[in-house]
């Protein structure tokens, strides 16, 4: 029946568990691997989706103040100050421009939004880059929302 005296002994052999322990320590170093590479891309889509809720909600409170409010983007900071003392800020590997329409470009400084209680904002296009992706976000400068471009 197996083992001495006709007992058979139950569990596993060591090379089994070897085996076993091996074949989780590859899976979890490829797991690693993928999701090391996964979580930059998700970093910038979290931060622009931030700074576009940011921007859409400084928009509404204008209007519904009355008052002006206004958004400062400062490039080298790589940091946007958002009304109430609030701010966003991007690594390092960020880098920001603002783009006018008639052809001049911002890449260093400050550069200020304001958001009129009429709706209305000015027609730069602020551009967020991480080297290999790039949003651009565009307000209309009639309703003051954000366009897809």
Same mark, same amino acid.
């Given at each position: ?14 090379? *089994?568990?070897?085996?076993?322990? $091996?074949?989780?320590?590859? &899976? ?9 590479? $996964? ?5 910038? *889509? ?11 909600? $400084?928009?509404?409170? $204008?209007?519904? %103040?009355?008052?002006? *409010? ?28 603002? &783009? ?6 911002? %890449? ?19 551009? &967020? ?12 400068? &009639?309703?003051?929302?954000?366009? *897809?471009?």
């Amino acid at each position: 029946m197996g083992g001495k005296g006709g007992v058979r002994k139950r569990g596993f052999t060591l090379l *089994e568990v070897l085996v076993v322990l $091996a074949s989780v320590i590859v &899976i979890l170093g490829v797991a690693t691997v993928l999701l090391s590479r $996964a979580l930059p891309s998700r970093q910038f *889509e979290v931060r622009v989706e931030r700074l576009r809720t940011s921007l859409d909600q $400084a928009k509404w409170r $204008a209007l519904r %103040t009355g008052r002006e *409010e206004e958004v400062v983007v400062d490039m080298e900071k790589r940091e946007v100050l958002l009304p109430g003392g609030r701010r966003v800020v991007f690594p390092r590997q960020f880098s920001m421009r603002v &783009i006018h329409p008639k052809g001049g470009e911002l %890449t260093s400084g400050k550069w200020s939004l304001l958001f009129s209680p009429l709706g209305g904002v000015p027609p730069e296009v602020l551009v &967020i880059t991480d080297g290999k992706r790039e949003a651009r976000l565009w307000m209309d400068p &009639i309703t003051g929302a954000e366009v *897809e471009k």
